[in-house]
């Protein structure tokens, strides 16, 4: 997934010569918190927050120049990096939402914390079976009924309760990624256990063959 496609299109953008009240008009109208500061060919120059329009008005500054951040000083990501990148510098630099940027430095949009969490929401809300589904389509050969069989040894072994086949068939097709994490006790130990089942299918296909 690219931040492109998970970026906010819907965005507003200020200029340096802009007016700090005509500024915090803007971001009210469109109930912004954040906004792009751009020159005349819409190439990020600096960056505004709506506590900085407050504190702009308090202390009597008159334009966005004087309150902006640099270039320099924002955060930014481009519209072909991988969306993981926006979520990584978001939670690093604790800001709520980063500006999108193409080759040339103009400003496609802007990716925000709601648009990461809706996305990341939605992600939760695969079921199971289909990422198993997508293991079965990778591991040419291997039948559903074996990765199902492979998963219910994985499941014994890990924690010491007999699962049938077709009890953990049922299972997986009730739930979401997002339970199966918790369930698991987090994403690494969900994955772990899902290779370890890849590992057991391609084992016993292979001992099978030798027969």
């Known amino acids: 997934m690219k931040v492109r496609e998970i970026m906010d299109k819907e965005f507003v953008v200020v200029s340096p010569g802009d007016s700090i009240v005509d500024a915090s008009i803007k971001l009210e109208e469109h109930r912004k918190f954040t906004t792009a500061v751009v020159d005349d060919q819409k190439k990020l120059v600096g960056w505004i927050t709506s506590l900085d329009v407050?504190?702009?008005?308090?202390?009597?500054?008159?334009?966005?120049?004087?309150?902006?951040?640099?270039?320099?000083?924002?955060?930014?990501?481009?519209?072909?990096?991988?969306?993981?990148?926006?979520?990584?510098?978001?939670?690093?630099?604790?800001?709520?939402?980063?500006?999108?940027?193409?080759?040339?430095?103009?400003?496609?949009?802007?990716?925000?914390?709601?648009d990461i969490v809706k996305t990341l929401s939605s992600l939760y809300e695969v079921k199971v079976s289909k990422i198993f589904e997508a293991l079965t389509e990778e591991l040419k050969g291997v039948s559903w009924d074996e990765l199902m069989e492979a998963s219910a040894i994985v499941t014994r072994r890990r924690t010491g309760k007999r699962v049938k086949p077709e009890d953990y068939e049922k299972r997986i097709k009730n739930s979401t990624f997002g339970e199966a994490i918790w369930a698991t006790g987090g994403l690494e130990n969900f994955f772990v256990g899902f290779i370890a089942i890849g590992e057991l299918v391609i084992a016993r296909k292979v001992a099978k063959a030798r027969k």
Do not use: C, W
């Open 54 to 114: 407050t504190r702009g008005l308090r202390e009597g500054k008159e334009k966005v120049s004087d309150i902006m951040y640099s270039k320099e000083d924002v955060v930014h990501v481009h519209q072909n990096d991988p969306a993981r990148l926006a979520v990584l510098e978001a939670a690093h630099h604790n800001v709520v939402s980063i500006p999108v940027l193409d080759d040339d430095g103009r400003v496609l949009g802007v990716v925000r914390t709601f």
